[in-house]
Structures are given as structure tokens and as C-alpha cells.
């Protein structure tokens, strides 16, 4: 029953089956592996960040440039305090304010962003006049390194034309035409805020929490492993729809049904002559057999007018 699977077309089935099976499955695995790299990296970052805050602050130069490695890590610099700026919307414990943010000018001739502080409210409504000012003379800072912020990320705001002495993202991309500075592609966020002003927790670095692509690599896993269950399924169906065509076939039922189909029921074929064949036969000899006594008839009446005229 079953030796259609050997004919060239379900050859051609058979093989498209088995490639795309391990392929369904080889997809879903990578995918269910990046959420477990994904997963492994958040609980890595978390015991880093703990390690961290107990390790002993290292120079800035030594950490630098920010990796997920060193993001985190306790950093110390030394300098002087230069322009400050404000971060607006930004949240901490459910209520929106604004960042404190100065640059820390160090001796190597660049300017560190700092961020000393979190502060409620808008800073458009006299923020500027809120924020503290900054310590004069040359200070010492102690924080969390943090990488360059990326507009639109993580909750960062995007949006352009702020007002002056406003910046959306700390990043040296967003302060290089803010600051007269050479700036390091890295801020920091101090242990203790100064006076007046609330401490910025660290952030995460990027790719390694539980965000949103990382339940999309586990939706995509399911995805995956639903469309290697529907070829199963598929190719089941078609060899039991194959298998009872073919039976059908053996039985005659599919020679019925195709002749059924192609005649409609209660309708006739059309008959080619309305006269009964017995009738048009008979009409045939009754010509036949009065065409003799006409002709004769006809030769008679000529020969009496030949009579008359002699």
C-alpha cells in the first residue's frame, strides 16, 4: 500500500521533510541556547557587581575603554570641576527627575562626565537653580564606571532641542558640541551623592539582563519548535490522504465519483431526432414504394394528350 513513498514526486517530499525537520530543531536549540547565554550573563553581571562594591577603586586609566567587564567596576579620578549640565527625564524609584551632571577636568586633558546626584521634578521649572553647585578646587571622585549612553536605550530619552544647559544622553557623541573639552567615552555615577541630591544606582551593561531580546530568543524557540512539529504533521497527512486515494482507487469508489461528477444527476442526453426510429423508417418505404406508381401515372397522361392531338 505504502510503495507510492518510492515514486520520484514522494522522493521529492521525503527529502524536503527530512531537511527541513533537523533544520526546525537545529534553529530552535540556538535559539533556546542564546536565552541561556542570556540568562547565565544577568547572573553573572549581578555576582561582578556584587564583587565589585567590595573591591578596592582602581584608577580610571586602568579600566578604560568600558567593556562588560569593567562596567560596574569602582573607579577613582582626580581633577577639577568644570561645566554642569542637567539630565532630564530620568526616573529613580518611580518618580521622574533630572541627573546632576558636571565635568570632572583631569590631568590628562580630558573631562570626565560625573554624575553627582539625582534630583525630582522638571528642570525646566528652576532645576538649574535646585542643583548644588559643585565643589571648587581640585577633588578626588570615587564611583561605578558606566559606558556611554545610547539615545532611545534603556530608557534614555531621544528627543532633540532641549534647552540650553540640557542633554538627553551622557555620551561623548551628545557633549562634544556642549563642552570647549576633549571628553573619555565614559561617565561615572559617585557612590555618594553629594549634599542635597540622591545617588544614581549603576546601570546594567548592555546584553546582559533579561530584556526584551532575550524573550525574544525564547519566543523565537517555541516558534521554531512548532514549525518542526508541523512538518511531522504535514507529512503524515499527505501519506494518509495518499494512502486512502489509492485504495479508493483499487475499489473503484474514485472511477464512480468521477463519473457521477462529470454527469449531472436528472439530466438527459439530448436526443438526435425527435421522429421514432421505427417511424422514420416507415416514412422511408412509403416514399419508396409511391414513387414507381407516380412515374407511371405520369407516362400515362402523356400518352392520352399524344392521342388527342393526332
Not at 569602582?74 to 561645566?83: D, I, K, L
Not at 541630591?197 to 523565537?220: C, E, H, I, S
Request: charged share 20%.
Amino acid at each position: 500500500m505504502y510503495r507510492f513513498l518510492l515514486t520520484p514526486r514522494w522522493w521529492a517530499i521525503n527529502l524536503l521533510a527530512l531537511l527541513a525537520l533537523p533544520f526546525c530543531v537545529y534553529m530552535g536549540s540556538w535559539q533556546l541556547g542564546r536565552f541561556e547565554d542570556r540568562v547565565h550573563e544577568h547572573r553573572s553581571a549581578h555576582a561582578r557587581a556584587a564583587a565589585d562594591r567590595r573591591q578596592a577603586p582602581r584608577p580610571l586609566a586602568e579600566l578604560l575603554p568600558v567593556t562588560q567587564r569593567t562596567a560596574g567596576k569602582r573607579v577613582t579620578a582626580t581633577g577639577q570641576y568644570g561645566r554642569q549640565l542637567l539630565v532630564p527625564d530620568r526616573e529613580l524609584d518611580g518618580r521622574r527627575g533630572f541627573y546632576v551632571l558636571t565635568l570632572l577636568r583631569t590631568d590628562s586633558g580630558r573631562a570626565l562626565p560625573v554624575v553627582r546626584g539625582w534630583l525630582p521634578g522638571n528642570p525646566g521649572d528652576g532645576g538649574a537653580a535646585k542643583a548644588p553647585a559643585p565643589p571648587h578646587g581640585r577633588v578626588t571622585v570615587t564611583g561605578a564606571l558606566q559606558a556611554s549612553e545610547t539615545p532611545g536605550d534603556n530608557g534614555v530619552s531621544a528627543r532633540g532641542g532641549l534647552p540650553s544647559g540640557q542633554v538627553a544622553a551622557i555620551s561623548a557623541a551628545s557633549l562634544v558640541n556642549l563642552v570647549p573639552y576633549r571628553l573619555y567615552d565614559a561617565w561615572v555615577t559617585l557612590e555618594k551623592a553629594d549634599a542635597g541630591m540622591r545617588t544614581v544606582p549603576p546601570t546594567a551593561p548592555g546584553n546582559t539582563g533579561l530584556d526584551l531580546k532575550a524573550f525574544q530568543n525564547l519566543g523565537y524557540t517555541g516558534e521554531w519548535f512548532v514549525f518542526a512539529g508541523f512538518v511531522v504533521f504535514m507529512w503524515f497527512r499527505l501519506v494518509r490522504r495518499e494512502a486512502e486515494f489509492r485504495r479508493d482507487a483499487e475499489l473503484g469508489l474514485v472511477a464512480g465519483e468521477a463519473t457521477a461528477a462529470q454527469t449531472p444527476a436528472g439530466s438527459a442526453r439530448p436526443a438526435e431526432s425527435t421522429r421514432p426510429v421505427g417511424s422514420a423508417e416507415s416514412s422511408g418505404s412509403a416514399e419508396s414504394s409511391e414513387s414507381p406508381d407516380s412515374s407511371g401515372s405520369a407516362r400515362s397522361v402523356g400518352t392520352e394528350v399524344q392521342g388527342v392531338g393526332k
